[in-house]
Structure formats: structure tokens, C-alpha cells
């Protein structure tokens, strides 16, 4: 059953991957709607830098939020309402291992879009067995891109696509890589970029349009 709502955990963390990249909000829960589904709730946190000096993404915390309050309008998953809070982490170590607790503590399906240039955050999930979907690949410990528990995807940028393949080969020892991207022309160069950096890398990539 787990398996099942990971897997489903997996296609929410994508819609809300792609949400992160508009839309505006604030910290806290976002409930199922009165008028949604009943069941009871597939439970997904958002760990995301928010009170930093320097970096912070307030609109990511209320673009996943907004995502999910579609979902749910659509019947939620098979049935059961999606609920989605939001853990600062600051950027910060401490900070980003709190929030890791609180997945656990809190017994949350999974952590979605998570974004801390800190590490620490992965090992106290891999613990618990809790995935992270959609992280943005940059803590500082490597973990985003090693463990076991997570799965990187967000909305493409040039950084990731070039460097991403040499990343992977260095410290999962990968000999080739899927890359998903959007299919409209805007986006074809990203698809470029990814095979170049694999190709410098010795990596084989293969594209995925969506």
C-alpha cells in the first residue's frame, strides 16, 4: 500500500515541481477543500529556504499549495485529499534536518520540492524511508544527487542540464541518464545541453518529451 501511494506521492511531486515555478503564497497548510475528497489525507511537505538574507522562495511554497488545491477539486488521489505544509529551511543545516524531522515525526508520505543548499536533510529521511521528490540537486553534501530516497527533477535550467551528467557519473557512478523535458520548441535547447554534457561526460542521455 505504501508502494502504491509513493508512486502516486511521485506524480503529485511532479505537478507540484512544475507549479514551483509561478504563483505566490505564504507559509503554513493547505487543507483539503470542504467540498473535496473525504478520505483520509495523503500527507506531502514542502521544505524550502524562506527567511534567509539572501535567497528565498515564498511563491514555491504557494504554488504548491495552489497545485494541490486543483488536485483536490479533481477528486485528489483516488479518492484521498492531498495536504501539503511547508518547512523553512534557511539554507541552513539545522534548519533543513529540523524540517527532515518534522517529515518523520509528522509521518509524511513525502517531502516534495525541496531546496536547501545545506545538507543533512536526506540522511534523516533515507532513515524513515521517506522520499524526497523534485529536490533542486544543490545540497551541499551531495545527497540530492546519491541517496537512494531521492529523485531530482525540476524545471530545467542551463546549469543543471551541463553539469548534472558529469555530477552523476563522479558520485553515483552512472553510465547513462534520463533527462525529462518540456516538448515545445522553447525548450529544445535544454534537451541539447543535457546531451552535450552528457556526451563530455561519457554518460548516454536519452530525452524524454512531456
Do not use: W
Amino acid at each position: 500500500m505504501r508502494s502504491r501511494s509513493a508512486m502516486a506521492a511521485l506524480a503529485v511531486g511532479a505537478t507540484l515541481a512544475l507549479a514551483a515555478c509561478g504563483s505566490s503564497g505564504t507559509t503554513g497548510e493547505s487543507s483539503p477543500a470542504a467540498d473535496g475528497p473525504k478520505a483520509s489525507p495523503v500527507k506531502l511537505l514542502s521544505i524550502v529556504p524562506l527567511t534567509t538574507p539572501t535567497t528565498n522562495f515564498p511563491e514555491q511554497a504557494g504554488a504548491a499549495k495552489a497545485a494541490v488545491r486543483a488536485l483536490n477539486k479533481r477528486g485528489g488521489i483516488n479518492g484521498h485529499p492531498v495536504q501539503i505544509d511547508v518547512c523553512d529551511s534557511k539554507n541552513d543545516q539545522a534548519a533543513g534536518e529540523a524540517c527532515a524531522q518534522k517529515a518523520v515525526n509528522g509521518k509524511y508520505l513525502a517531502v516534495v520540492s525541496a531546496f536547501s543548499t545545506a545538507g543533512g536533510i536526506n540522511a534523516i529521511l533515507e532513515k524513515a524511508g521517506i522520499p524526497s521528490i523534485g529536490a533542486s540537486g544543490i545540497a551541499g553534501d551531495g545527497s540530492d544527487l546519491t541517496s537512494k530516497i531521492s529523485f531530482v527533477y525540476q524545471p530545467a535550467s542551463t546549469y543543471y542540464e551541463a553539469v548534472c551528467a558529469p555530477l552523476l557519473k563522479d558520485t553515483a557512478k552512472i553510465s547513462k541518464m534520463g533527462v525529462v523535458n518540456y516538448d515545445i520548441a522553447a525548450a529544445a535547447r535544454l534537451g541539447v545541453l543535457a546531451g552535450l554534457g552528457g556526451k563530455s561526460a561519457g554518460v548516454g542521455t536519452q530525452e524524454i518529451k512531456v
